[in-house]
Antibody, heavy 119, light 106 residues
């Protein structure tokens, strides 16, 4: 069965960076786009971008250009998102979500990684 | 950027009551998608391509609409339907979500 396991809660300082992971299992990692989505406290969902692990291609929401960097490691079936120059605005839960190639929606989501930016 | 505006933002319904949520797009989109999120959990796919139910979704749910106006309906509210529902479009980049409608049990 498809599973997406995300790394644990992060407490980080302003101006620093953090790299969170999303380990996929139960399917061919290189065959599906992996998206990242942000949910700020009490707020809705915001699309950050996607990576295609098969070739490493990425696409970002312009809002996150320079903020988020998406990578993928085929050998470990793990997608990563690095967030840089963190501010309190980046405090949020970050989800990875697999894109279904047939029905064209986010069919499986990770449990989310909470990032808190605080000095 | 296409802005999706959901209404209402919160509502309460009694068991058996019909529920309708609307999602208006600032520009025309090809299809609307809906996700259900319960407190502390990840979103789940609920409706895709405007009106098709995702796997396991009960048939009391339905979706309709076109262009800039879409709706999401529960024909008869059940306890388990209490959640926040988000509409979503990927017709245009950046992909966007509505602000969510929190549906509570009355």
């Amino acid at each position: 069965q498809v599973q997406l396991q995300q790394s644990g809660t992060e407490l980080v300082k302003p101006a620093s960076s953090v790299k969170i992971s999303c380990k996929a299992s139960g399917y061919t990692f290189t065959s599906n786009y992996m998206h990242w989505i942000r949910q700020q406290p009490g707020n809705g969902l915001e699309w950050i971008g996607w990576i295609y692990p098969g070739n490493g291609n990425t696409k970002y929401n312009q809002k996150f250009d320079g903020k988020a960097t998406l990578t993928a490691d085929k050998s470990s079936s793990t997608a990563y998102m690095q967030l840089s120059s963190l501010t309190s605005e980046d405090s949020a839960v970050y989800f990875c979500a697999r894109w279904d190639n047939y029905y064209w929606y986010f069919d499986f989501w990770g449990p989310g990684t909470m990032v808190t930016v605080s000095s | 950027e296409i802005v999706l505006t959901q209404s209402p933002t919160t509502m309460a319904a009694s068991p058996g009551e019909k529920v309708t949520i609307t999602c208006r797009a600032s520009s025309s989109v090809s299809y609307m998608y809906w996700y259900q999120q319960k407190s502390g959990a990840s979103p789940k796919p609920w409706i895709y391509e405007t009106s098709k139910l995702a796997s396991g979704v009960p048939d009391r749910f339905s979706g309709s609409g076109s262009g800039t106006s879409y709706s999401f309906t529960i024909s008869s509210m059940e306890t388990e339907d209490a959640a926040t529902y988000y509409c979503h479009q990927w017709s245009s980049t950046p992909w966007t979500f509505g602000g969510g409608t929190k549906l509570e049990l009355k």
